[in-house]
Structure formats: C-alpha cells, structure tokens
C-alpha cells in the first residue's frame, strides 16, 4: 500500500530501546537459492494487454548489436538478487556497453515504455536500470533486489565494431520462508483450489524477508495492516514465529506521538516508524498481538507489548463522541479499502469493537480484570452506538458517514466486529453475495475480509465460491502470485494509472492459504465435490 | 581517436610474454587527490552555444524534489571517481530515490538532451547514468571513473513525501603524473603562453594514467599516434619514464598479423592489441623508440624492442611499388589527420621517409652497420620517389593521390621527414602561412605537426604565433585541457555529429608544453618581447 497522501503534523518518534533489541535478536538470515530463467519470451501486446509469448530456442548466449534486446523468463515469481556475464563478439570492445536492465512480475512492465509513465506514485519504482559496463568481459552482479518473472537485457549501445553477449543469467532469491517447514494444505483439495493454494503460500514466501513486506517491489516495508493479515497465514503455513515476533516488537519499538503505532516501519538504515497514522492501522496491533498470544501462548511477549496495545485503544477513544460514535476526521485517516468514495464510519467503528474485545481478551490472560471490564464496557458501547446510529431496520444494513452510504466494507467490519448477531449476519452477507454492492471492494485485502465473514458466519461453500471466483480469476489471468490490486471485470486498470506500477505480489492478498487450511474440512464430503 | 571503420580480416595476435611482464613491471599506483566542486553553475544556451553561469550561493547542502537539479562545478577539469552524500527531506523516504548523474568537460555535455544524441560513435561514451538509491541517507560512490569539471545530479523522481538533499560532493582524481616531479616552463613566458603551457600540462596530466591514453574521456586507451607525442611532451614536462617504457613494451608485447604493430591496444581485462592498423601508426613504433633512446640512451630497451621496429619497415615497404612509391590502398590505412577527404600517399610516403631515417639510427646504435646501410638507401629511394612523382616544381608544393591534392599534411610530413630541404621547407610553410590551404588541418594532431616543421626549420617567431592563434584560441573558447578537434573559425562543430561526444581533453593537443619546453630559447629577448 503506497501512502501518496497526509502525514502528521509536528511528528515525532518514541523509541523503546529494549523492544528495538528484541527486534534485532529475532532477526535471522535469509534462506537464499540460485536459480535461473527456464527460456526466453518476446513481449506482444494483444489489444489492451501485453502477454509474454515464448520463444522455444534453448537457452544459448545471446548476441546483441545496438538495440538489439533479450528477454528471460524465470518460470515463476523470485525476489533475489539478478547476475550474467557479458562478452563480446566482433572486434575487441572499443567503447564501453550501455545497458538497459528491465525486469517486470507481469509482461506488461517489460512492454511498456517507462518513460511513458505518468502515476500517482513514485516511478523510482518502476524496476528499469541503465549501467555502463566499460570491460568485457565482465561478470556483472545487479547489487539491488527485485522482485520479477521476466528479465529484459536491451544493448542500448555497444559500438559500430563489437556486439555483447548475455549468457550465465541467474537470480539468487532470498526469504525468510522456510519452504521445508510449510504445514501441507489438505491432501483431498481440488485442483483448482490447489492452484490457489500453491499462488498464496508462494506470494507468502516471496513477501516473508527481514520483515513482512506489503510486496516485494512495492512498497518493500512492514505495514501493520499486511502484517496481521500474513502472521495469519503464516501460523498456518510456514510457522515462522520469530519475524512475528520481530515485527510486533520493532511496531512497538518505534511509536508515533502519543504512543499511537504507526502504519508501517522502516528498518533501513535504522529502524524509525512513518508518519503515517491509519486509525484502523493502529488498532490492528491489538490484533496482531491478539493472535500471536492465541497462536503461542507466549507470556512474555504479550507481558511486553500489552502496554501499546491498550495505548492504541485509549487514543482511539479520542475519536468518539458522546454517543459513542466515531467522528470522521478530515484527510486520509482510515483505510479499510483502496478506495477515496468509501466513507469509513462505521467500518472503523467495526474495528474498534472488534479491536476492544481482543483487548479486553489480552487483559484477562494478563490477569488484569479491571481493565477487562472497563473494555467490554467500551465494546458495549460502541456495539450500543452502532446499533442506534448505523444500523438501517428498514434498508437492513448498516449505513456510515453524513450520506449514509452503504457498503460491503461497512458490513464486513461489524460482522466481524460481533456486533452484528450471526442471523443478521449470514442475512446481510446472503443479500450482499446476490445483489452485490454499487461501492465495489477495489483490494484483495477488502475480499480477504469479506470471506472471513463468509466463513465465521459458517458460509463455508459460499467463502469457497468467493475464493473460487475473485482469486480463481487472478490465477486465469495468469498470477504468479497474488495482486496488490485486482479488479476481475477489469483486470488491466490500476488505481495508480499505470498497470506497471501495481504490485503483482503482494502479501495481503495471500488469504486463500487460510482459508483453505482453516476451514476446509468445515465442508462436507459432499460440498467439498460440489466445489472440485 | 575514435576507429568507426574498417578492421584487419582473418585478424591474428602474436603475444610475447617475456615482453608483457616487462610492460606490467612498469605499471606504477596511480596518485590520486581529493578534490571538491568551486560552486554551482545552471546551464544556458546563447545561441548555438551552452554557458556555465555561476551561482555565486555558497555550497550548501541542496534539496531536490522530483525534477530538481544542481550542477556542480569543479573549476578545472578532473579525472576521477565521483562520490557525494545523499538524505532526505520531509517524510521518511517511502519510495527509493531515481538519480539522473550527468558529468561533462563542457557546458554543452551538461546542456543538451542526451536521448538526442544520434553521431557517428557510440552513444556509450556519454557520460550520463542513472541510479536507484534504496536507502537513506546514503553515502553514493560511483563506480566508473569520469573525465568532467561539471557534474549535474537530478532528482528523476522521489516521492511526494520527501526530497533528496546532495552534500558532500566530492572526486577522488587519479593520474600517473607527479606533479611534484613537473619541470618548469621558461620563466621569461609571457602570460598568454604561460596559460598554454598550463593547459596543455594539465592535459598531460590528465591522459596519463596506467597508459598514456588518448582522451580520459574517450576512448580512454592506448593509441600509438597519441603516444608518440605523449612521451615527447613527457620528457620535458613529468618525465615519468617507466610510463613510456610500459607502453612500448605494450605495443611490442601484442602485435598483429605478421608482426605488425597496432594502432591501438587494450590492457584490460588483459593486453590485447586491437585489429585496427594504420600506416603512419605502425610505423610510429619506430618513432616512439627513436625518441625514447635519444631520450635516455637505454640499451636493454632498445636492444629488446628495435626488432619489432624493423619489422615496420618490412611490412611497409610492401606498400611500395617498383618506383619507391607508396601505392594509396583501398579504406582506412592511414591517418594523418581526421579527414576523409585528404589523400594520405604523399603524407604516408613523407611519415615512411622519415621512419627510415630513425630506423637506420636504431641500427647505428645497434651496431649494426648492414641493416643501418639498407634503411638509408631505403630512405634514398623513397626521398627520390617523393621528389620525382609529388614534388610539383610549377606549383612549389607536394602533390598527392591521382588528382595531385595539395594539402598541409603532405607538404608538413615531407618537411619533417627530411625530403625537402629548409630552403624548399621555409618557402613551403610561408606560402602556407600566407595563402592557407584549402584543405584545412581538422585535428590539434596536425597542426602539431605543421607548428614542428615551422619550429625545425628554425620558424620559431612563426611557430609561436601558430601556438598563440590556435590553442590561443581553445583558451578562449574557455578551454581547461587542450580538445581533440578544434576548429576556430567553427567551434561548436564536431566531426561525429554532435559536440556532446567530442572529447575535450585530448593528448594529441598537448604539444604547446613541448614546444614552450624546447624551442621559447631559440628566441631573441625581442622576438620574446614581440609575443608577449
């Protein structure tokens, strides 16, 4: 998720030295693998969409004269570091080669011309390089990471006597996954959800590095957000428990003013935490710490960070008013969804009922019953507020902001709030799965949601449907790993406005290995064939 | 020197080992200096013409935003390896920082749009790259060395959350000059040709580096022409011998086909000899070795290296035909001067003239009294050839080629070679002087030549006068180092279609040191006082 928009005024930081050491003592190398690209493709753009045409020449050195290009294809996703050798054909180099290194997770990064490029966002992230190489031949190691199936070498020059030669092309990926401890999905799966389940778990490991990055393109940073949606799956799937723990203690070891936890973190070349500040965001640590406790048991931790967990309550209680309602501020102050026409009342009113009930849990398992009580209280409260002022008898849903607007996005956070019971629930989601909603989810992580509601809901077949349908969609489109973005009635726009710029491997879209881990032998013998 | 053009067929390379370890027993640590940029310069464009403006703000660090640019201004032409500090302003830098580094000897490097650039050699030598910086801040140490004075960063694209902040901008030079070791220019110089000496010493300086290179800019090697009048400008200036003993060794250590000796040569990642070869070129072994052994009397060297320069003279005499002339052939083979329109017989006959003549000195030396007898009656032959079939006794010049061109290169090579005698050579350059030609010389290499036949007839107030009008005039173009090409009464043109390729440090333009060196004292007080 890419913050183009408000930070805090007069921002500070608060640094909690002895969590920061906690961070660093979990840290733990990258695991790394050589691999190397499997052929060669030729970009073609057919109508509006670029696609990856293969060649089927084996894979020799490869001669280029001025302009001359090649494109590897590493088979799948990697993230790692990019090295080939470069010679010469012709007579000696006598001026230096000047190359252009593009890499792309999709075709249509490598076919578009960079230089067209005019989004919202940074085009520093656009991963093209231009680098002399002055001797030859020469052994040249990329020393930036990247994140790409297809590797494109274009000799922008070399000179009138001698033509480069690319061979001995190869990626070392990095991760922090450990593919030999992954917890197998279920042996009974369809293929069709196999394939969903093999697409989520591999966009889990290419995320999983020094921290849980968002993508490994874009934005490459430890989002709160993400990182509770992946510390799920990973419970699930690779088990790494020290990045969790890493992660929490590094959100925890740098806080904004007030001690709010802050959206994302940097960890290079220090670890400072952004000025970004996201309501829902910071009341995701209670969460994040919530099913850490629930997933380990681990009292020390929770002992530890407790503490910023009930802080992020406290300041969250600054937005409400009298009648316990959130007040919208102004600005960009509750994600949700990747989506500037959602009003994002009752959504955030939904996670902070949701959030004060793990609270009040972590408070008991800490002994500490006053403060237990006080939260339940506050859950009531707002559950109470909810139902008086969001809540819509006649529409059946529950409404938000000054318009009351209504949304999936509204609806999914009080479900799975609690706030609604489970008949009105299954209700709503029932008349959302046939009707649908004018105000579309736009991100894989606003669907990932709407299935959890599915399934806690105990909509098992439909959760599945959904997963099917929305994610079955980006593996027909081609996904190697799960989209930042994906839309599939149009499946070639981006919210950025430029398809190169989205993140084609992004870790809040990797739900399917949960859902499919958790819930799957919730079907019967029978609804799982239906669903094969 | 820049070879576009025609190469040896079915090209071979003799290495003599014993010869490059001499040659790598020669290499010395280059020195280097630290130095920092004067102030900051914006480019602008006057007409045809791209000016440094200075800045006049003191160097402070500077903030860029997306599109922003510094040009900093290192006050006097560099050699060396470019590094600076980067940080950032306003919010933690959220996307990586997209750096756009341009260095060039002139304004016009830095002014015109590189993307434009369509010449005649390779777009590679621009010196322009691009970089990603993932982290900040950052301490940014460019890997490739730069021949520039100014050096303009451009924040391509940041974030709309920060900008990046450049200090610390510094170059770490590198040379195989000892300017402690620098003999002194003549004391009694007036100004004006004190400001050449210096130029062209700072251009000495600059070229010489682990070779005497042609340009540090481009194409940064070896080239025999160039060093011939590297290492008489050497002598008299830095005196670093071992330098001209690694290049001869170089050049006799790879050579061509049938032992011919290249126009060129590569040191790295090995020696090789480039499959260029040029008459006038090869034969300027012979030359370099002449000058090197009246220079230093050094017996091994000679004794180790006068076989590779008699085989010169074998190889060219197969050029002859039976009347002792040279027979023009086909494409590139001859240099002289940068001018596809100049006939080159009557030049490479006048270079061969007096290639013999050394030769046969070398043989002296040698003692070897038979080889020295043949090589005179070789020059013999070739002087009465020149003088039966060139020499125009109606129009008082040298003719050459089929159409009898007339040209500065044939009178001055026929000059220095011996074949005219100095009455005729006098008579020649007045009418020169007077008249012109309409051929003009292209290249500082050719006029260094006409300004020694001026000088070694004893024209010493005319060659001082040459020296002040032309390279007089690259000072006035605002020259820190002597150019390749230089024409005054057309500055801003360049032989291969655009003036950003051009190199601006060229050691081929250095003779103005040599000639101050040897010839300022040939002066009477009042010819002095006439040129200061």
Known sequence: MADIRNSIENFTMNFNEAFLEKAEGYRRPLRSALCAPVGTVRMEKRGDRWEAVAENSPLLPRELGKGESV?????????????????????????PAHLRIKLGERPCEIGE???SYSGSISSSWLQEEFIHVDVLPAAVSMPRRYAFRYLEITAVDTSPKYRVVVKDVECRTVTSADTGALKPAPSDLPPRLKRLDDIAVKTMEDCMQDVFEDGPKRDRRLWIGDLRLQAQVNYLTFGNLDLVRRCLYLFAGVTQNEGSVGACMFTEPRVIVDDTRLFDYSLFFVSCL????????????LANLAPTAFRQIELSEKLLDDNGLIVEPEGWWCFLDWNDDLSKQ????????YAAGQ????????????????????????????ERFLWDGDALFYRSGKDGQISYASQVWMILSGAADRERARDILTRLLRNGNDLKMTTPYMHDHFVKALMECGMYCEGFEYVAGYWGAMADDGADCFYEIFDPESPDTSPYGSMMINSFCHAWSCGPAYFIRKYWDRLTPRQKAELA
Chains 1, 2 share one sequence.
């Open 71 to 95: 494109c590897y294809d590493f088979g799948d996703h990697r993230v790692g570091f990019v090295s080939f050798t470069l010679e010469s054909a012709g007579s000696p180099p006598d001026a």
């Open 113 to 115: 011309d960079t230089a």
């Open 290 to 301: 919530y099913d850490y406790w629930r997933e380990t048991g681990d009292r020390e931790t």
């Open 346 to 353: 009752a959504g955030a009113q939904g996670v902070f009922i």
């Open 359 to 386: 609270a009040a849990a972590l408070a008991d398992a800490l002994g500490d019953g006053e403060r237990a009580g006080y939260l339940r209280s506050l859950r009531d409260r707002l559950i109470a507020a909810a």
